[in-house]
């Protein structure tokens, strides 16, 4: 069954370092996103990737965060400075298509990476 | 006005009982609602969902009930097992297309099936 992979599945960085989260989308799969859930809390959205480039963004989602494509099967997160508050697990997600109008919406996670600021 | 609401946090229940977790939203917009099962160490995976069209989905032993005057949908696990041990969130999403398929969570319920 195609799936969602992320990479790393867990990094240590120290404050102030700049931090790439990895994702691979299900290939057929044209909307992208990110969500994070801090330890215990809930799962909070970040940004939607379509057609090579943003579509919302939360509030969370701020000048330190960036997403980009580089070529025709990542997806990644960067963190440029990150914070202490920015340790949680960070989830990539793909959907075929548009979840309130069309059956294909339905978003598929991955397993996460789990980011540590220490 | 974004936000969805879940309840219990927290759930104990014998196998074979039902659990129920409630979830209540404000923002009218909302078109679809979706349930999502975690298991420890996983990504949330999609268990099943709704759109405000029908008051009930049903699959398998999971049912969803919509209320749409009063803003609350909740599901149901029949015949608990231990294997459905997990944390659910409720989510919606919605409104025009331009809002990039944002799924909005509740707070999660972590559920624990007893044998």
């Known amino acids: 069954e195609p799936e969602v992979t992320q990479t790393p599945s867990h990094q240590v960085t120290q404050m102030g370092q700049e931090v790439i989260l990895r994702c691979v989308p299900i290939?057929?799969?044209?909307?992208f996103y990110w969500y994070r859930q801090i330890l215990g809390q809930k799962v909070e959205f970040l940004v939607s990737?379509?057609?090579?480039?943003?579509?919302?963004k939360s509030e969370i989602f701020d000048d330190q965060f960036s997403v980009e494509r580089p070529d025709g099967s990542n997806f990644t997160l960067k963190i440029r400075s990150t914070k202490l508050e920015d340790s949680a697990m960070y989830f990539c997600?793909?959907?075929?298509?548009?979840?309130?109008?069309?059956?294909?919406?339905?978003?598929?996670f991955g397993e996460g990476s789990r980011l540590t600021v220490l | 006005q974004q936000q969805v609401k879940q309840s219990p946090q927290s759930l104990i229940v014998q196998k074979g009982g039902i659990s129920i977790i409630n979830c209540a939203y404000e923002?009218?917009?909302?078109?679809?609602f979706p349930w999502y099962q975690q298991f420890p160490g996983k990504g949330p995976a999609l268990l099943i969902a709704?759109?405000?069209?029908?008051s009930e989905k049903k699959e398998g032993r999971f049912t969803i009930s919509f209320n749409k005057s009063a803003k609350q949908f909740s599901l149901h696990i029949m015949d608990s097992q231990p294997g459905d041990s997990a944390t659910y969130f409720c989510?919606?999403?919605?409104?025009?297309?331009?809002?990039?398929?944002?799924?909005?969570f509740g707070g999660g319920t972590r559920v624990l099936v007893k044998p």
């Open positions: 990737f379509y057609n090579n480039e943003i579509s919302e």
């Open positions: 923002n009218t917009a909302f078109d679809y």
């Open positions: 997600a793909s959907s075929e298509g548009f979840g309130s109008v069309a059956n294909t919406g339905e978003l598929f």
């Open positions: 989510a919606a999403n919605g409104g025009a297309e331009a809002a990039g398929n944002k799924l909005t």
């Open positions: 290939s057929n799969h044209l909307y």
């Open positions: 709704i759109r405000p069209d029908v």
